[in-house]
């Protein structure tokens, strides 16, 4: 983790679903959910940053990550390097992927986790003023992070959906930019597909799923008020 950081760059904010819910129906669960969110973001955290690969430029970034209860700060640190946003954004997403297919790993013993997840472009400051990283001496802001939180707000009511606010351009139909959807004028990251031809199907059975959920509450509802 750097001491500090200014610049422009790609950050992304993973927020837990569900996790109020969770407290309130069962603490011990939550807990278990929190040591295990925070284990796989510095896990895969530290995992992308040793496979980088090769290419020089890809030597120079390096990816940081803030976890705090259920939410987790993620930004490119770039500022030894050249910007290049299409760089950074294959970085931060291919981190994306596999932090929350790590979290609904089913070969795991404890409970899936969903997120939801905004990525926006900007700038950031990070300032770490002591030798630990903890909410008391750690300060993050900017207009990236403001975009990415709120992005992340309005996503509530669809786990598992990743959003980059804005729509990048010239990007390669390779991995993981085969993935992405422009959707009223945001990009929509598919993390969980390996193909672009499965996001109509995944998207129509999402509202699927979505729209059965409403129809068993109302079905509750007139059922008690008959």
């Given at each position: ?47 992308i ?83 630990n990283i ?13 975009k ?75 059922k008690?008020?008959?």
């Amino acid at each position: 983790m750097p001491r500090s950081f200014k610049g422009n760059t790609w950050v992304a904010f993973l927020d837990m679903s569900g996790f109020k819910q969770m407290m309130m129906k069962d603490m011990s669960l939550a807990k278990e959910a929190l040591y295990n969110f925070y284990d796989t973001v510095s896990d895969e955290v530290l995992r992308i940053n040793k496979q980088k690969g090769a290419d020089d430029s890809f030597k120079k970034v390096s990816i940081s990550s803030i976890v705090v209860s259920d939410c987790a700060v993620i930004f490119v640190d770039n500022g030894n390097v050249k910007d290049d946003i299409t760089r950074d954004l294959q970085l931060i997403l291919t981190l994306i992927h596999q932090i929350n297919r790590s979290l609904i790993n089913p070969q795991k013993k404890v409970s899936p986790i969903m997120t939801t997840c905004a990525i926006a472009y900007g700038d950031f400051k990070y300032v770490n003023k002591g030798a630990n990283i903890d909410t008391h001496n750690t300060l993050f802001y900017g207009q990236a992070y403001l975009k990415a939180f709120s992005g992340s707000e309005k996503l509530r009511k669809k786990p598992g959906y990743c959003m980059i606010l804005g729509k990048p351009d010239n990007l390669k139909n390779t991995p993981p930019f085969n993935l992405l959807k422009t959707i009223d004028n945001h990009c929509y990251y598919y993390w969980m597909l390996n193909s672009h031809e499965d996001v109509e199907k995944f998207q129509e059975e999402y509202t699927e799923i979505s729209q059965e959920r409403y129809k068993r509450t109302a079905n509750i509802l007139s059922k008690f008020t008959a």
